[in-house]
């Protein structure tokens, strides 16, 4: 379950809302696109923009987690940033086999 408090990205949340639509607008083009039997080609360069979108967000939030989450454990505890450091390390592992 998330923990009750300010996250680092809560920082930038509009921006990153923004963004989330932007790709959310992405994905209903496609539908779109393969509603209207569009070539499968330029579905297919959509998905991957839509991707790269993605992409980008998740390492813009990755890279605020470091930077604020994995931080602010270190000030805490050793043990602390160890988890925090393990957490990030499997979040790093996801984003590479999707």
Do not use: N
Not at 35 to 59: E, G, H, K, M, P
Request: glycine share 4%; proline share 1%.
């Amino acid at each position: 379950m998330a923990e009750e408090h300010s996250h680092p990205y809560s920082k930038r949340k509009d921006a990153h809302l923004r963004r989330l639509r932007r790709v959310e607008g992405q994905v209903r083009g496609l539908q779109r696109m393969v509603d209207d039997d569009t070539y499968c080609i330029d579905v297919l360069t959509q998905v991957s923009a839509a991707t790269r979108a993605l992409q980008a967000f998740a390492l813009e939030l990755l890279e605020e987690h470091m930077a604020g989450c994995v931080v602010e454990a270190a000030r805490t505890s050793d043990e602390a940033a160890q988890a925090k450091v393990r957490e990030a390390a499997e979040a790093i592992a996801r984003l590479v086999k999707s």
